[in-house]
């Protein structure tokens, strides 16, 4: 994904997986999708415990692991000359890791963040298809209120609520929240 937006670690385990095939035996991308992906998990589960961040103690030792990745694949990719599909990505993605590695673990720091954009993209799907086929969105208006519904609908999903339920709400005068807008 764009580095100057949310990063989707999904995005970042399939370059990672691609890395691994590029480097057969080399253990850096193994290791930084191994422990990006423990790094998930924990989240998710400190999420579903009500927590708003990782702990510390938590997050310590899968950095420490992940730092290690960097460094070791940063020593190992910094070949010039090599010129095989694949191995500027890869490179360029460990540079963004060592440099922005702040941006790429924000999930652990604030819960609320999701570790990826999948949710994100499935929201915009739709709409995206409507505008290849008619070549645009119809009205600004209209496409800002689609995008409000479906995101208001994802979300209550989320917190497993029924979407029609929501829609049913929204049309007697009855608006949803998400839990944290209401407090």
């Known amino acids: 994904g764009d580095l100057n937006h ?10 990672l997986a691609g890395a691994a095939e590029l480097y ?9 999708g191994d422990e990006l992906r423990e790094l998930i998990h924990r989240a998710n589960q400190a999420r579903m415990r009500g927590e708003t961040f990782l702990p510390e103690r938590i997050k310590a030792l899968a950095v420490r692991g992940l730092r290690a990745a960097v460094r070791i694949g940063l020593a190992r990719t910094a070949h010039p000359g090599d010129a095989r599909p694949g191995a500027r990505k890869a490179r360029l993605l ?7 590695e702040e941006d790429f673990l924000r999930f652990t720091t604030d819960l609320r963040i999701p570790p990826t954009s999948n949710q994100a993209e499935r929201d915009l799907r739709p709409s995206k298809i409507q505008e290849n086929i008619s070549g645009r969105l119809t009205d600004l208006e209209r496409a800002k209120d689609r995008y409000l519904i479906r995101g208001v609908l994802s979300t209550a999903a989320k917190h497993a609520v029924n979407p ?9 005068g009855t608006t949803w929240l998400p839990p944290a807008a209401r407090a």
């Open 94 to 100: 460990l540079e963004a890791f060592h440099k922005r």
């Open 164 to 172: 029609l339920t929501v829609l049913r709400d929204a049309f007697t």
């Open 24 to 32: 057969p035996g080399q253990p850096w991308p193994g290791q930084l």
């Open 6 to 15: 949310q990063l989707c670690l999904a995005h970042v385990l399939r370059d």
